[in-house]
C-alpha cells in the first residue's frame, strides 16, 4: 500500500507561479514513477508531469515550457513547479504512483494509487 499526499494547491492570479507537493508513504521502495495529473468537470483526467525512479521526466503539452516536476527523495516528495499560469491551468492536480517499470505512461489506468487532489484555481 502506498499513501500518497498533495499539498499546495491555491488561488493565484494568471502569471503567477504555484507550487505543488506530493508525500509518499508505505511501500515505497515499490514506486518506480510519480506523475502529476489534472482534471477539470467533465474531462477526463490528464497526465502533466511525470518522473521515475532514475530520474527521466515526462512531460505532456500541457506541462512543456511552463511545469517543472522534480523530487526529494530524503523527503519521499514529488513537486510539481507551474510557472506563468494561466486560466486554462485551473483544475485539480493529482499526484499518482506506479509500480510498473518501463516507458512512463500517460494513460490514468497505468498507475496502481492516487492522492486526494488539489485545487488549483487561475483567476484574476
Not at 5 to 27: I, K, N, T
Request: proline share 5%; hydrophobic share 35%; net charge positive.
Amino acid at each position: 500500500q502506498v499513501q500518497l499526499v498533495e499539498s499546495g494547491g491555491a488561488l493565484v492570479q494568471p502569471g503567477e507561479p504555484l507550487r505543488l507537493s506530493c508525500v509518499a508513504s508505505g511501500d515505497i521502495s515499490k514506486i518506480n514513477a510519480m506523475a502529476w495529473f489534472r482534471q477539470t468537470p467533465g474531462a477526463q483526467r490528464e497526465l502533466v508531469a511525470a518522473i521515475d525512479r532514475p530520474g527521466h521526466t515526462k512531460y505532456t503539452e500541457s506541462g512543456t515550457g511552463r511545469f517543472a516536476v522534480s523530487r526529494d527523495n530524503a523527503k519521499n516528495t514529488v513537486y510539481l513547479q507551474m510557472n506563468s499560469l494561466e486560466p486554462e491551468d485551473t483544475a485539480v492536480y493529482y499526484c499518482a504512483a506506479r509500480f510498473g517499470r518501463g516507458t512512463i505512461p500517460r494513460q490514468a489506468v497505468n498507475y496502481n494509487y492516487w492522492g486526494q487532489g488539489t485545487q488549483a484555481t487561475v483567476s484574476s
